[in-house]
């Protein structure tokens, strides 16, 4: 059983599939592995690391030579893959409906791509979940970034020269990455109040110390679809909605949004009018600006200024923690595999349930029926 470890070849990708740790952890189960020369670097791991711990540090064709499993924190150009043996497992972050494209020329190669976005939400799945250990740390940064692009303080001072105010920090979306923004927030000891459309929220938000601040008494108020997820709201909520926002953002210093819908465009939560009623000099992080943006106006990879106002939009927020965001997302398919690991076979054989769920082609064809729908 051989695993190749790739270095990642998108743009702005800094993290790592498998740490030294990993590593370890795959050769005591029995696999043999090869990690491309250079693929830590970026997450501050050398490849002698990498080679302390068992591994071979070779280029890219010999680490896919008789590969059977390939590890990517994105899924790699289907291009320099030639050569991978048919059947082979990828196992990555693979964006499944934004690359369609990709997941088709998988299925031509023979390839058995397995998408670890698409792991189930199930308790069992938690520590498989890159999603969730991703998006967590998303949340802390997008407060950082906040914090940074902010000319004024976080916390309440008190000092000889006269007193400064804490910021209000609004978090729309309370999900992974918005539960871990209200925290890191109010650790920096800012007055934090949040929304969501699941009700669910609301005894999260309050346990964290912030404000819920949620629609009601509106028809189609129950925002939560299957696997916990968001649906898509009616027009009235919408319009409910964006009142009670208006009227709440003017008076908020910092923004963080993370309102995502799986498989569908994000909800615009923001436009260009309820920027202009902010204070100049406010901030908001718009963090689902690669899936289209809860922001007006927020543009991918930039910070720009709407009037007077700073709407941050960097892409790939995980990979601005490279080191911790590797750390993590190499536990998640370490879990992944390791709990599926047959010892007789010496390999992984997955079940239906999260089978079925993750694999998205085999035998030359695409299999997952969220793609077949
Ligand atoms: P997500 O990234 O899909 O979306 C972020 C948040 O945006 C969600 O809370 C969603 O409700 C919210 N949202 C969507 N539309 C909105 C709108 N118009 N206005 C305001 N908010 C809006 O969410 P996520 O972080 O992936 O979490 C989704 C669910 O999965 C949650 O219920 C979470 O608790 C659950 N979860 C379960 C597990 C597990 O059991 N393994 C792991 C992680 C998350």
Redesign the pocket.
């Known amino acids: 059983m051989k695993i190749a470890v790739l270095k990642e070849g998108a743009d702005g990708e800094r993290r790592v599939a498998a740490t030294p740790e990993t590593v370890k952890k795959f050769i005591q189960l029995g696999a043999e592995l090869a990690v491309e020369a250079g693929a830590g670097t970026d997450a501050s791991i050398a490849d002698q690391a990498y080679r302390d711990a068992g591994a071979a540090v070779v280029d890219r064709a010999t680490a896919l030579a008789g590969a059977d499993i390939i590890l990517g924190v994105q899924g790699p150009d289907p291009a320099s893959l030639a050569g991978v043996k048919p059947g082979a497992w990828l196992a990555a972050g693979l964006n499944p409906f934004g690359e369609r494209a990709r997941v088709d020329a998988y299925a031509a190669a023979g390839i058995e791509a397995l998408a670890m976005e698409f792991m189930p ?3 069992r ?2 520590s498989m ?1 890159i ?2 250990s991703q ?1 967590n740390l998303s949340g802390y940064k997008a407060v950082l970034d906040a914090a940074g692009e902010y000319g004024r303080a976080f916390p309440m001072m008190m000092t000889a020269a006269g007193t400064v105010s804490a910021a209000k920090v609004f978090v ?7 539960l871990q923004a209200i925290a890191t927030a109010r650790r920096l000891g800012a007055q934090v109040s949040a ?4 009700s669910a ?1 609301k005894e999260q938000i309050l346990s964290l110390g912030a404000k819920p601040i949620f629609v009601e008494n509106v028809a189609g108020i129950e ?1 939560e679809g299957s ?4 649906t898509e ?1 009616s027009a009235e909520y919408q319009a409910a ?1 964006a009142e009670l926002v208006s009227a709440h953002i003017a008076k908020q210093d910092i923004v963080i949004t ?5 498989g569908r465009p994000a ?1 615009r ?1 923001i436009s260009d009018a309820q920027v202009a009623t902010m204070r100049a000099g406010s901030v908001i992080v718009d963090l689902a600006v690669e899936q289209g943006g809860n922001v007006e106006g927020a543009v991918p990879g930039e910070v720009v200024v709407r009037h007077g106002v700073k709407i941050v939009g960097h892409r790939n927020v995980p990979s601005r923690l490279a080191a911790d965001a590797s750390a993590l997302f190499s536990r998640n398919l370490f879990n992944f595999l390791s709990a599926f690991w047959d010892k007789e076979q010496g390999r992984p054989v997955l079940d239906e349930e999260i089978g079925d769920a993750v694999r998205l082609t085999r035998d030359g064809k695409v299999v997952n029926a969220r793609l077949l729908q």
């Open positions: 939400r199930i308790t799945a938690q979940d999603l969730s998006s729309m979306g309370v999900g992974v990455a918005g929304t969501d459309v699941r929220t925002g696997g916990g997820y968001a709201m909605q993370t309102a995502l819908i799986p909800p939560l």
